[in-house]
């Protein structure tokens, strides 16, 4: 009996070994599909308004959007905050391994979730969604501007049965503490090589982060990302 469990033992372990590694790739292609967002990290100031909106029209608003990193046990996505959003007050962002593509979920300012899926093209990330009562089909475009300072996201609707899109508005946002040609990646976040912006210590050594996310993670673990930032400087 004792040698029938040991054999089932060592089957379930050899077993186990391929799904463990499965599980570290599909973690390491998230990471490296989302780090493509590494430069919407950090606080934006916007200003939305309808196309075609004339000046001093009261359908603008303003807006503050900021993007940072989350860590939790083997899952990591992007969270999205939107302070006095006219639309939406937050969102994640993740990479789904099966598909290829790329899943927001907003949560709007009444608390209702909408879920986009998508994918990045020419620098242009694209999203859309189905509204699953009237069948008409959303779509929300992000792009960088001005060498990565200015972010510019609109959203537009097509009816159902119907094949063009109208839009519904545009936010444009300039990145807090930039300006235009002044940007210069520096120092680059140890957890996911985006802009590092403030730091961290670990025995005496200091290291750079992109957002409160990366710098939580490092606290975690600084062994682990300092382990594996040398490797990748050893590579070079």
Sequence with gaps: MKR????LALVLGFVALPVLGAEKDERADKLEALKALNDYIGDWNGTGGPPRAK???KDFWTETVSWGWRFKGD????????????YYKSGDMRYLTDKKKYELTLTDVK????????????????LERVDADTKDTYKLTMNLAGDGVRLIYKSAMKPAGKTLYSQQYE???NKVGESLGAK?????????????????????????????????????????????????KNKK
């Design 4 to 7: 029938c469990f040991f054999g």
């Design 55 to 57: 000046p001093g029209s």
């Design 75 to 86: 899952d990591l996505w992007l969270h999205l905050h939107i302070k006095d959003g006219k």
């Design 111 to 126: 608390d209702k979730k909408e879920v986009y899926t998508g994918e990045i093209k020419d620098e242009v990330f694209t």
């Design 171 to 173: 936010v444009a946002c």
């Design 184 to 232: 210069e990646k520096k120092n680059l976040c140890i957890v996911t090589g985006g802009l590092g912006t403030s730091t961290v210590s670990y025995k005496g050594q200091t290291f750079y982060v992109c957002c409160s996310g990366c710098r939580d993670a490092f606290n975690d673990n600084p062994e682990k990302f300092i382990k594996e930032w040398e490797a990748k």
